[in-house]
């Protein structure tokens, strides 16, 4: 197809001044975050089932912040859509882990050892998660003490109300 193609018209292809799809996402981040240290090729798999987690979550805390604002404010329409958004990440969530159960356990034990002590019940998303929901376990706080930014968001909603 020729460049004065009308179907082709209006795209833009110049991005050394503005910014592009790539630049608005991060993607240079995001796709350089994938770090295997085994060289076991279902690694990847698994931090990238892993990091998707973690961004739904962040997508969950933004949604039952303005959940727990607006039933405060007895202002109910939007925690209504908020909670059904929760939901249906919830949803998403529960069904992207049919993709990790391609990975066989063998194939799991071939990288676990690079993983050290890390777990995904470290994730202090998760924890704020529970927090917020109402489950309160002060022990699960001390696995974030190492960091004092993410122990005081979790200190913080420990103490306000679910």
């Given at each position: 197809?020729?460049?004065?193609?009308?179907?082709?018209?209006?795209?833009?292809?110049?991005?050394?001044?503005?910014?592009?799809?790539?630049?608005?996402?991060?993607?240079?981040?995001?796709?350089?975050?994938?770090?295997?240290?085994?060289?076991?090729?279902?690694?990847?798999?698994?931090?990238t089932i892993h990091q998707v987690q973690e961004l739904w979550m962040k997508l969950i805390l933004h949604e039952l912040g303005l959940a727990m604002d607006r039933i405060r404010a007895d202002d109910l329409g939007p925690a209504f859509k908020a909670?059904?958004?929760?939901?249906?990440?919830?949803?998403?969530?529960?069904?992207?882990?049919?993709?990790?159960?391609?990975?066989?356990?063998?194939?799991?034990?071939?990288?676990?050892?690079?993983?050290?002590?890390?777990?995904?019940?470290?994730?202090?998303?998760?924890?704020?998660?529970?927090?917020?929901?109402?489950?309160?376990?002060?022990?699960?706080?001390?696995?974030?003490?190492?960091?004092?930014?993410?122990?005081?968001?979790?200190?913080?909603?420990?103490?306000?109300?679910?």
């Amino acid at each position: 197809m020729a460049e004065d193609d009308p179907t082709r018209q209006g795209i833009e292809t110049d991005f050394a001044r503005r910014m592009s799809y790539g630049d608005y996402l991060g993607l240079d981040q995001i796709l350089g975050a994938q770090k295997p240290l085994s060289g076991q090729h279902d690694e990847l798999l698994f931090i990238t089932i892993h990091q998707v987690q973690e961004l739904w979550m962040k997508l969950i805390l933004h949604e039952l912040g303005l959940a727990m604002d607006r039933i405060r404010a007895d202002d109910l329409g939007p925690a209504f859509k908020a909670t059904a958004r929760v939901s249906r990440i919830q949803k998403q969530m529960v069904e992207s882990w049919d993709v990790l159960t391609t990975m066989t356990p063998h194939d799991y034990l071939g990288f676990r050892a690079s993983l050290g002590s890390s777990s995904g019940f470290q994730s202090w998303q998760y924890r704020l998660f529970e927090i917020r929901m109402g489950a309160r376990e002060a022990l699960y706080l001390k696995p974030h003490r190492h960091r004092p930014d993410l122990h005081a968001t979790l200190e913080e909603a420990f103490a306000a109300p679910s």
